[in-house]
């Protein structure tokens, strides 16, 4: 009965690696195209100098000029051809690398300066301002504080605020005023 149980799990076993390496044939892994052109280009440059050096072979072990011409037009020519198409599809790869790092550190650089913008002015980075700095009331039911002079409004539970006695309550039509960051009464950082 054991012998049985180990066949058995044996045999799932061995489908589900059967399983494994058909799904993964018909998905594929697909190349892709900076890796072709890598290859391609690298590919075309090796037939161009082996067309070269079949043609160099041809024409050497031959003492007729009749005889050499075509060497040289078929390997030759077609030779350099190959290595110059190779060397132009693997300068091409270079190229769309470049391009797309420079795009990459373009990229972090604005992130960079959006963070140096922030802890320098306090401020939210570029192009997420909001236009508004009133506090959205959340429901009829929330109310938020402020002390009387304070740029920020506080849930009245606030350790900020709890206890004061110089608080004022704080409407939708109050303006520039932040959110406190200790209480953070709209719930932004959950």
Known sequence: MEH??????????????LSD????MRGGRRM??????LIGGGVLAGLGIVA?????????????EFEQTPYLISGGILGLALCF?????????WVTRLVRESRTQADRMADILDQIAVTLDGAEPMGRR????RPAIAGAGTEFVATKGG?????????VVAGRKNVRTVTS??????????????????
């Open 4 to 17: 049985s149980l180990t066949i058995e799990e044996d045999s799932r076993g061995r489908l589900a690696r």
């Open 21 to 24: 390496a058909v799904s993964r």
């Open 32 to 37: 892709d195209p900076d890796r072709m052109q």
């Open 52 to 64: 070269i050096l079949i043609g160099w072979y041809g024409a050497a072990n031959t003492g007729f």
């Open 85 to 93: 198409l190779g060397g132009f599809v693997y300068f091409a790869y």
């Open 130 to 133: 909001s236009t508004s700095r």
């Open 151 to 159: 740029t920020f409004f506080h849930r009245p539970d606030c350790p």
């Open 173 to 190: 039509r109050t303006s520039n005023l932040d959110p406190c960051r200790i209480c953070d009464p709209l719930g932004t950082s959950a």
